[in-house]
């Protein structure tokens, strides 16, 4: 891990969704006990079964959590973006990580010590739903992927994934996925020659155009209908 320090960390903390609308006082508390890093691609940031001590957040770049597995293979739990945090249930329990974690592109990430952050829940409401309500989109998107994962044929799941990129009243768009198609097939379960499948089957039938990592859906209902 390379140290970043072109702004200050509370200023970067102001910044990002969970942490803004608390006040200077709270801000500088919580920045005291914060590192900042860059990550490089492919570095793992750590392991399942590692001992946490604070929770992440993504500035910049992109961070797979993945359950890894004896024979080779992982399961991806879930891609974070910038604005994301990471890790919330240190917050709450004394044990040790249940994914590990690994930069998909060169990242600069946030450490918040998880004292700090309890100190600051206690002091602020306004926190405290927000960490709330990122724990409850944790548990919705659990349920999900285990809906997927066991009532979803191959072909519902990579259009389910396609149709929740559509941006807001749009019919068509495009989708740039943000990793391999081999992680994006490790996140919906499946193995990569499936999903390759299943992508040429829906190019065949019109429904999307694939250009490397770029997918452009032609008409949304027509997709959600094909697999209905």
């Not at 961070?63 to 994301?84: A, N, Y």
């Not at 249940?98 to 998880?114: H, R, T």
């Amino acid at each position: 891990m390379i140290q970043e320090t072109r702004h200050s960390i509370e200023e970067i903390l102001s910044r990002q969704p969970m942490f803004r609308g608390l006040d200077e006082a709270e801000l500088r508390a919580l920045a005291a006990q914060t590192r900042e890093y860059r990550v490089h691609k492919h570095e793992i940031l750590f392991n399942k079964g590692d001992t946490p001590h604070g929770i992440h957040v993504v500035v910049m770049g992109q961070i797979k959590l993945f359950l890894p597995s004896t024979q080779g293979w992982e399961k991806v739990v879930h891609m974070e973006g910038p604005g994301c945090t990471f890790g919330e249930a240190v917050v709450f329990l004394d044990k040790p990580y249940p994914v590990s974690a690994q930069a998909m592109q060169e990242s600069i990430l946030l450490l918040i010590g998880k004292e700090a952050l309890a100190r600051a829940i206690e002091h602020s409401p306004l926190l405290c739903r927000k960490m709330l309500a990122s724990l409850c989109v944790r548990l919705h998107e659990l349920l999900t992927d285990i809906e997927a994962c066991t009532s979803r044929t191959s072909l519902q799941r990579v259009t389910f994934f396609l149709s929740q990129q559509a941006p807001a009243g749009s019919r068509r768009y495009e989708v740039a996925l943000g990793t391999s198609k081999q992680t994006l097939a490790a996140q919906l379960n499946l193995a990569p020659e499936t999903l390759s499948r299943v992508l040429t089957q829906l190019a065949q039938a019109g429904l999307i155009e694939v250009h490397g990592r770029s997918i452009t859906v032609l008409d949304l209902e027509r997709l959600r209908c094909f697999s209905a």
